[in-house]
């Protein structure tokens, strides 16, 4: 897929088909956030794949549904602030996309529950969970080619570009 186009025609998806994802794009998903950039290549950060404790973790999100019934949960863990938030970000980002050209959807999730979701991961008191990304193929197919970049920019229900950009 064209990466313009993956990236105008990408929309969260929040109901997953009841289909698994291959072991070879479980692997690109989790390989495009281990290579995402990092501020001074620090890489403050790692992925813990929601197995055994997916049910437990969902409950801390503010939409856990989203979570329990994904193929795929990642919870993005990350050590310290600053730029670690932007790295993760990046990172998801990254995995979203890598997600997106296999036709997997995505969605990341806020958490709520903080405390609850750090004892869940046995984490150390420096780290924290930024997010938790779900993964899965929607439960309604989408064709990103059924539209054109320009197209998918058109519906995209978005402020408008000139109320975002300016020049200084």
């Known amino acids: 897929m064209d990466a313009y186009l993956a990236v105008v025609s990408k929309r969260e998806v929040r109901s997953y088909a009841d289909r698994g994802l291959a072991p070879e794009v ?6 495009a956030g281990r290579l995402a950039g990092s501020s001074k290549n620090r890489q403050a950060r790692r992925f813990v794949v929601l197995e055994r404790v997916r049910q437990e973790a ?7 549904a989203n979570v329990s019934t994904a193929a795929l949960a990642v919870a993005l863990v990350i050590g310290g602030r600053g730029p670690a938030d932007f790295d993760a970000g990046r990172a998801a980002q990254n995995m979203i ?13 806020g958490i709520a529950d903080a405390e ?3 004892r869940l991961l046995g984490l150390e008191d420096s780290e924290r969970v930024s997010s938790i990304v779900s993964f899965g193929y929607p439960a309604r197919e989408v064709d990103p080619a059924r539209r054109t970049a320009e197209g998918w920019v058109a519906a995209a229900n978005r402020k408008p570009f000139e109320e975002i950009v300016s020049y200084a």
């Open 116 to 118: 609850e979701l750090s």
């Open 97 to 109: 996309l890598a997600a997106w050209n296999d036709g997997v959807g995505s969605c990341p999730n």
């Open 58 to 64: 969902a409950r801390c999100v503010f939409a856990p």
């Open 26 to 31: 479980l692997r690109r998903i989790l390989e």
